[in-house]
């Protein structure tokens, strides 16, 4: 039985239909859990590049799911032929955005010192893996398929098979790469700072897992020799874009929940007239670091420790009550700020 959607079977259309319902839901949460809420200013580029991916997808599964349950993909040519456009336009973009994002962090991983992009050589290999995908993303639209089948009016859409095997080709690299690039220094133990390491091992779980979804379903693509139905194509691609979307979210859960330590101090005796310091904002590694040194400055206030590095702000100020309050932060993307050394203290209160 059909449904007149090209669905040969009533539980098949229920099926397609509820992955687009729950892709859309799940990515909408995706993109407002990372729209920044305020300072958009100083909100780092990373940040507005995942935004982007998870806006990228919502839009692909909104314009294809109007095209296969709305218009419907047998109405005419053009609205075959919109369909395999917007698997080379929305889902080629969305993988160009998702591989942007895990070469900055193999930087992270890599770098050391916050070395800046163009003088890191992982960073340039890995930016010039990605300008490839232009020369890829000509074959895709040089070798696309589309057409109504006249024997049974259904719409197909595809790739020919260089095309297909061009972009499954590209497909294996990439994964292989930036696979490689997580796990040799995970493996060689190069890193010294812990935060870095979760990074890596956290990416490296995230990559492998979008970058294997996506090898399948380009394997599918090119055994089907651009002879899959118009629909089947679509919703390959949309679980494909569902599963890169739950693993860059996971991902960057972290990043999302940086902790702000602000940390507050309640002088006994205001009498001098001098207030206390507005709080330090500080990233989760250097916690330590910081209740260290206001520590060391009210013992050096009590004359009980010699002079620290730092230059005591609380300095003829009469004994204080430290009182470090965490809150989570959704705006600070610090990951680049990774030395202890990085800390400033104030200048003057």
């Given at each position: 039985m059909?449904?007149?959607?090209?669905?040969?079977?009533?539980?098949?259309?229920?099926?397609?239909?509820?992955?687009y319902?729950f892709?859309?839901?799940?990515?909408?949460h995706?993109v407002?859990?990372?729209?920044p809420?305020?300072?958009y200013r100083?909100?780092?580029?990373?940040?507005?590049l995942?935004?982007?991916?998870?806006v990228?997808?919502?839009?692909?599964?909104?314009?294809?799911?109007?095209?296969?349950?709305?218009?419907?993909?047998?109405?005419?040519?053009?609205?075959c032929?919109?369909?395999?456009f917007?698997?080379?336009?929305?889902?080629?973009?969305?993988?160009?955005?998702?591989?942007v994002?895990?070469?900055?962090k193999?930087?992270?991983?890599w770098?050391?010192?916050?070395?800046?992009?163009?003088?890191?050589?992982?960073y340039?290999?890995?930016?010039?893996?990605?300008?490839?995908?232009g020369g890829?993303?000509?074959?895709?639209?040089?070798?696309?398929?589309?057409y109504?089948?006249?024997?049974?009016?259904?719409?197909?859409?595809?790739?020919?098979?260089y095309?297909s095997?061009?972009l499954?080709?590209?497909?294996?690299?990439?994964?292989?790469?930036?696979t490689?690039?997580f796990?040799?220094?995970?493996?060689?133990?190069?890193?010294?700072?812990?935060?870095?390491?979760?990074?890596?091992?956290r990416?490296?779980?995230?990559?492998?897992?979008?970058?294997t979804?996506s090898t399948a379903?380009?394997a599918?693509l090119?055994?089907?020799?651009g002879k899959?139905?118009?629909?089947?194509?679509?919703?390959?691609?949309?679980?494909?874009?569902i599963f890169?979307a739950?693993?860059?979210?996971?991902?960057t859960?972290?990043?999302h929940?940086d902790?702000?330590t602000?940390?507050?101090?309640n002088?006994?005796?205001?009498?001098?007239?001098r207030?206390?310091?507005?709080?330090?904002s500080?990233?989760?590694?250097?916690?330590?670091?910081?209740?260290?040194?206001?520590k060391?400055?009210?013992?050096?206030?009590d004359h009980?420790?010699?002079?620290?590095?730092?230059?005591?702000?609380?300095?003829?100020?009469?004994?204080?009550?430290?009182m470090?309050t965490?809150?989570?932060?959704?705006?600070?993307y610090?990951y680049e700020?990774?030395?202890a050394?990085?800390?400033?203290?104030?200048?003057?209160?």
């Amino acid at each position: 039985m059909t449904t007149g959607l090209a669905f040969p079977s009533v539980g098949l259309q229920t099926l397609v239909c509820l992955v687009y319902f729950f892709g859309i839901t799940i990515i909408s949460h995706c993109v407002s859990r990372r729209i920044p809420r305020d300072n958009y200013r100083h909100t780092p580029w990373i940040r507005w590049l995942i935004l982007s991916v998870f806006v990228d997808s919502w839009l692909f599964l909104f314009i294809s799911g109007l095209l296969i349950f709305g218009i419907g993909m047998e109405t005419s040519s053009s609205v075959c032929m919109t369909g395999i456009f917007l698997c080379i336009v929305f889902y080629a973009s969305t993988k160009v955005l998702l591989y942007v994002y895990l070469i900055e962090k193999v930087r992270v991983v890599w770098a050391r010192h916050n070395t800046p992009r163009l003088q890191s050589p992982i960073y340039m290999i890995g930016l010039l893996t990605i300008i490839l995908y232009g020369g890829v993303g000509i074959t895709l639209v040089i070798g696309r398929i589309h057409y109504l089948n006249p024997s049974d009016g259904f719409c197909y859409i595809g790739l020919k098979f260089y095309a297909s095997l061009t972009l499954l080709s590209y497909d294996l690299y990439i994964t292989l790469f930036l696979t490689g690039l997580f796990l040799w220094p995970l493996l060689h133990g190069k890193f010294m700072n812990p935060r870095i390491y979760g990074v890596a091992r956290r990416t490296l779980v995230s990559a492998m897992v979008a970058l294997t979804m996506s090898t399948a379903n380009l394997a599918v693509l090119t055994a089907w020799h651009g002879k899959e139905r118009g629909w089947m194509c679509l919703v390959c691609c949309t679980t494909d874009i569902i599963f890169n979307a739950l693993a860059l979210f996971w991902v960057t859960r972290e990043d999302h929940e940086d902790v702000v330590t602000t940390a507050s101090v309640n002088a006994a005796n205001t009498s001098n007239g001098r207030n206390p310091p507005r709080g330090l904002s500080i990233s989760d590694g250097h916690t330590q670091v910081m209740m260290k040194a206001l520590k060391a400055d009210a013992k050096e206030d009590d004359h009980e420790a010699p002079t620290t590095g730092f230059r005591n702000p609380f300095r003829s100020v009469p004994p204080v009550q430290v009182m470090v309050t965490t809150v989570r932060e959704g705006d600070d993307y610090a990951y680049e700020t990774e030395d202890a050394e990085s800390v400033k203290r104030p200048e003057n209160v």
